[in-house]
T-cell receptor, first 114, second 111 residues
Framework: DTAVSQTPKYLVTQMGNDKSIKCEQN?????MYWYKQDSKKFLKIMFS???????INETVPNRFSPKSPDKAHLNLHINSLELGDSAVYFC?????????????FGPGTRLTVL | GESVGLHLPTLSVQEGDNSIINCAYS??????FIWYKQESGKGPQFIID?????DKRQGQRVTVLLNKTVKHLSLQIAATQPGDSAVYFC??????????FGTGTSLTVIP
């Protein structure tokens, strides 16, 4: 009965590979997000999706592409992985029409690029 | 992105004492603020929020204070417990639903 789940929890891969991280929420929220957390714990928003539309796209390389098959899922696909992509990636969801649109976070995916 | 900074990157307190974690934000248009707690190996977890039309909000053992004049936010934890040890983030929301997080403060509770 996990609210926001991500798979895999750990991902180790070689430079140049393509990988995907999956995210699912069962809270009925209308907006989902991807964040990147670096080694200094800084959390930076990458994308958000609302009703299957991209509404925020920060200055993220186009090697990163969010894919939302439905309102409950927002997957992150990364092409041509680079060393600097190593980080923890968090998925989150919220209901932006609510009076308090707190975001619920998943457990994170630790990506290590070798 | 917008800058959301914290004055103290690390904080150590004795068990039972009160903790105060500070945060500065830069965008005067921010209208909603959240404090999150992140334990090791886990995602951030909501603690308490406050809207810009309020100065203070209290929860269970936690209080958030907002000073819009100096763009300052603080989180007060009463009677700090070992389970409060974590990294604490403030986040500001700019209308349009853009959230920006600070770098975090690591709180260590000494038994």
């Amino acid at each position: 009965d996990t609210a926001v789940s991500q798979t895999p929890k750990y991902l180790v891969t070689q430079m140049g590979n393509d990988k995907s991280i999956k995210c699912e929420q069962n809270l009925g929220h209308d907006t989902m997000y991807w964040y990147k957390q670096d080694s200094k714990k800084f959390l930076k928003i990458m994308f958000s999706y609302n009703n299957k539309e991209l509404i925020i796209n920060e200055t993220v390389p186009n090697r990163f592409s969010p894919k939302s098959p439905d309102k409950a899922h927002l997957n992150l696909h990364i092409n041509s992985l680079e060393l600097g992509d190593s980080a923890v990636y968090f998925c989150a969801s919220s209901h932006i029409s609510a009076s308090h649109n707190e975001q619920f976070f998943g457990p994170g995916t630790r990506l290590t690029v070798l | 992105g917008e800058s959301v900074g914290l004055h103290l990157p690390t904080l150590s307190v004795q068990e039972g004492d009160n903790s105060i974690i500070n945060c500065a934000y830069s965008n005067s248009a921010s209208d909603y603020f959240i404090w999150y707690k992140q334990e090791s190996g886990k995602g951030p977890q909501f603690i308490i929020d406050i809207r810009s039309n309020m100065d203070k909000r209290q929860g269970q053992r936690v209080t958030v204070l907002l000073n819009k004049t100096v763009k300052h936010l603080s989180l007060q934890i009463a009677a700090t417990q070992p389970g409060d040890s974590a990294v604490y983030f403030c986040a500001e929301n700019i209308p349009g639903n853009q959230f920006y997080f600070g770098t975090g403060t690591s709180l260590t509770v000494i038994p």
